[in-house]
C-alpha cells in the first residue's frame, strides 16, 4: 500500500499532496479500482458514497481494506436521502430521490440539509468506518447556501474538508475547518495520461506558490453492470486507474517537490 510520506506531514517546510478518489461505495467495480489504486498506485485517500443503492453493505466489504483512508461524499445530487421526505422536504424531488445534477437542486432549507448531511455521515459510522474528511458529489458546496452547512457539518465532526478554489480554501479555514489550501479539479476526462497528471500538477504549484497543502481529484474503477446504469463516466474511470498504478508515477511526483499524505495524517 502506498505510504503517507509522515515526515511530510511533520514537516512544516514540506508541501504535502494529498491524492483522492471519489464514488468509493458506487459500485463493487468502483470499490475494487480505488482500494487498487490506494495500494498499487499513488492514491491516499477516497470519499464515500452512502445514498447509492446497495452502498452500506459495499462498504462494510470494502472499508477494511484500506482503514484510515476514508472520507464522506456528501450527496445532494444523485441517489436517494438516507432520511424520509418528510423529515427533509426541501431536498427530496419527486420520487424522493435527489435532483439529478447541481443546476437542477432547488432551493434549500439549511437544517434539512444538515440533518440529511449528518445523517449521511452517520451511515458512515455504522459500517464501521472513521471519516478522515468530507467533500460533496457535484461539488455542491460551491453554492454559498449550502457551504455554510457544509462548515457546520465538519464542525460538527471535527472533519477537514475540500475547497473547490482557493476563495473558498480560505473561507473553510475561517470557518475552523482544516483543508488543503489548493484542490485542483481539472483531471477528469479528455487526456488521461500520465503527462497530461503531471502537467495539472505542474501548473497547480507554479501558479500557487506558497501553498504547502494541494489536493488532486480522480475517479478511478473497475467498469461493471451497476456502474452502467448510474454514471456516465465509465471507460474512463479504468484508463485513470492504469494512469494512478503506472511504475514510476510516483517519483515523477516526487520531481514536483510534492510529497503523498493524506487526510489522515495531515493536520
Known amino acids: 500500500m502506498s505510504g503517507d510520506c509522515k515526515d511530510a506531514a511533520t514537516s512544516s517546510r514540506a508541501r504535502m499532496l494529498i491524492v483522492n478518489a471519489d464514488d468509493f461505495g458506487l459500485t463493487d467495480g468502483v470499490c ?6 490506494i495500494r498499487d498506485g499513488i492514491v491516499t485517500s477516497t470519499s464515500a458514497m452512502v445514498c447509492c443503492a446497495g452502498a452500506r453493505e459495499r462498504l ?21 436521502p438516507i432520511l424520509a421526505a418528510a423529515q427533509i422536504p426541501s431536498l427530496a424531488g419527486p420520487g424522493g430521490e435527489f435532483a439529478r445534477s447541481r443546476a437542477e437542486i432547488p432551493p434549500v432549507i439549511a437544517g434539512d440539509l444538515f440533518l440529511e448531511w449528518r445523517a449521511q455521515v452517520n451511515v458512515l459510522l455504522e459500517t464501521g468506518i472513521e471519516p478522515t474528511h468530507i467533500d ?18 465538519a464542525a460538527h465532526f471535527g472533519l477537514r ?12 479555514r475561517g470557518a475552523g475547518v482544516r ?7 481539472d483531471w477528469f476526462g479528455g487526456d488521461l495520461s500520465e503527462e497530461s497528471l503531471l502537467s495539472v500538477l505542474e501548473m497547480g504549484v507554479a501558479r500557487h506558490p506558497g501553498a504547502r497543502c494541494f489536493e488532486l481529484m480522480f475517479h478511478p474503477g473497475f467498469r461493471d ?6 454514471s456516465s463516466y465509465i471507460g474512463e474511470r479504468e484508463i485513470e486507474l492504469r494512469t494512478l ?11 514536483t517537490g510534492l510529497h503523498l499524505s493524506s487526510y489522515s495524517v495531515f493536520g
Not at 466489504?61 to 436517494?80: A, E, F, S
Not at 453492470?225 to 448510474?230: A, G, N, S, Y
Open 179 to 185: 483543508c488543503a489550501e489548493v484542490a485542483l479539479l
Open 32 to 37: 475494487e479500482g480505488i482500494v487498487r489504486s
Open 225 to 230: 453492470p451497476p456502474l452502467e446504469k448510474v
Open 136 to 153: 460533496t458529489h457535484h461539488h455542491v458546496h460551491a453554492r454559498r447556501d449550502i457551504f455554510e452547512v457544509f462548515c457546520e457539518v
Open 60 to 80: 462494510r466489504r470494502w472499508g477494511p481494506m484500506i482503514p484510515g483512508r476514508i472520507g464522506v461524499h456528501l450527496q445532494l445530487t444523485t441517489g436517494r
Open 161 to 172: 474538508g475540500r475547497p473547490v478554489t482557493p476563495d473558498m480554501a480560505e473561507r473553510l
Open 245 to 255: 498504478t503506472a511504475p514510476g508515477l510516483r517519483d515523477a511526483i516526487a520531481q
